[in-house]
């Protein structure tokens, strides 16, 4: 498509960290359905600071990051663990990160809501289907 490969996974709160909140009987903020980019040129997966923000989570460091509209300066994100799912059980086809670190950008004026990079790209299997404009991923 106009974007590339997009792909919607979920995002949430650390399975650990929603059982603690489980047992103080406190709110576990709802997961948030995301669409991402696939971008193989990206080191990492970053995700929209407004999804962070609803999830309310709390950053676990900051860290420099170059993208190619950053002109060579590195961007300072913060960084945040969280829970990310593509696919679903029920349809059979469930692939689960839990817990993963991801980075946190403003991804205000895109299509989008981050970028799904090689940090979790690297651990699957990826196939593209140029003519259907379909991505296949897998567990290796």
Not at 31 to 46: F, I, K, P, W, Y
Not at 70 to 95: E, F, K, M, P
Request: charged share 10%; aromatic share 8%.
């Amino acid at each position: 498509g106009q974007y590339g490969a997009l792909i919607t996974v979920e995002i949430g709160v650390v399975s650990a960290h929603r059982r603690a909140l489980a047992r103080a009987q406190l709110m576990v903020p709802p997961s948030q359905q995301v669409l991402l980019v696939v971008d193989t040129g990206a080191s990492h997966t970053l995700i929209d600071s407004g999804v962070m923000r609803s999830l309310g989570l709390q950053p676990t460091g900051s860290y420099p990051y170059h993208s190619t509209s950053s002109a060579g300066v590195a961007q300072r994100c913060d960084a945040y663990g969280v829970a990310l799912a593509i696919g679903t059980a029920s349809a059979g086809n469930l692939l689960r990160f839990d817990p993963v670190e991801v980075m946190a950008n403003s991804f205000i004026n895109h299509h989008y809501q981050g970028v799904l990079g090689r940090d979790i790209l690297n651990q699957l299997y990826l196939a593209w289907r140029g003519p259907s404009q379909q991505l296949l991923m897998e567990y290796p």
